[in-house]
């Protein structure tokens, strides 16, 4: 598909997507042409990203603004309010994924049938290149004006008040495009889920056991740390029920790492305790010559 520069090639559907980055330009361009010719308009609110993420958007004609991030809730919820979206239906999408040709489809046949105010959509994980067995429903598309998301600094959920429906076809996770960078997003990630428990921050929802599935996640996730064998349980949980066990060597590893996330949030939770103080991220990235010294190539 021909791609006009600066100008984005908006779909006929009446949908505005939104998408939230940091250092993603190893996925712009494969999420961009996955919308191109579909959606009407496309937003991008970028972290202030140091690699070629917003030369790619501005490129296919996205609507680019910048924000520091100081949350996903609080990121969400500005693009909300601030974004001059103009059509009634908005889509939240992450740029690791990709919507499938049967998913476009129903929801198309959804928006056009105007019969809900929120739409369910069954998301599947790939890894390594691989589709695992792995899928869950979450909310991705809703009614201009009817969505607020939970103000929390990681796992933020989107609230919908009125009727939802359950689009077919698959969103496609592209969970990294490597085990490199997947591992250095689960250190951010454990490290956000550690500070926040240690701090007794804001959670998604009211934990409860016998809530919604929300607040049943949210009990889980709560009280999962004072279960006995939890690490093994959890292992159990993701090779055996969930399936991966399917996908041969692929699926034994993404269970095990899946285990490591929590083990290393975990931990991270208990050094803070035994410390007493908060982790610092100390940068690892190399930084520009100081032009107070010598410099030498």
């Known amino acids: 598909m021909k791609i006009v520069k600066n100008k984005w090639d908006s779909g006929p559907v009446p949908v505005s997507v939104i998408l939230i980055s940091l250092n993603e330009a190893h996925n712009m361009e494969e999420v961009l042409q996955n919308l191109s010719g579909w959606a009407s308009e496309v937003f991008l609110v970028d972290s202030c990203s140091s690699d070629a993420t917003v030369d790619i958007a501005l490129k296919y004609g996205v609507h680019v603004v910048q924000r520091y991030f100081d949350g996903f809730g609080s990121q969400w919820n500005f693009a909300l309010d601030s974004l001059p979206i103009s059509n009634p239906w ?10 499938s040709s049967e998913l476009k489809s129903s929801l198309e046949v959804i928006i056009k049938k105007n019969i809900c105010t929120g739409v369910n959509i069954e998301r ?14 979450i909310l991705r598309l809703w009614k201009r004006g009817s969505c607020r998301f939970t103000d929390v600094k990681v796992n933020e959920h989107p609230i919908v008040e009125g009727g ?24 951010n990630y454990t490290t956000t889920e550690a500070i926040n428990q240690y701090t007794n921050g804001a959670l998604a929802a009211i934990p409860k056991l016998l809530g919604s599935s929300l607040e049943r996640r949210v009990w889980l996730k709560k009280y999962f740390w004072k ?5 093994s ?4 949980y993701h090779y055996l029920i969930l399936g991966s066990w399917k996908c041969g060597r692929i699926g034994w590893m993404w269970s ?19 410390t007493g103080q908060k982790i610092v ?3 690892l990235q190399v930084g520009t010559p100081d032009k107070r010294v010598k410099f030498y190539k």
């Open 90 to 99: 908005v889509m939240k999408l992450d740029p690791d994924e990709r919507i």
């Open 124 to 137: 599947r994980l790939w890894f390594m290149g691989s589709i695992l067995p792995v899928t869950q429903i």
């Open 164 to 187: 939802l429906e359950l689009a077919s076809g698959y969103l496609e996770h592209h969970d990294s495009p490597n085990l490199d960078h997947w591992i250095a997003k689960q250190n």
């Open 227 to 231: 279960f006995p064998g939890k690490y």
């Open 233 to 236: 349980a959890l292992f159990v």
């Open 256 to 274: 095990h790492l899946r285990v490591e996330v929590y083990r290393y949030w975990g931990y991270k939770k208990i050094e803070m305790d035994i």
């Open 281 to 283: 991220k100390i940068p």
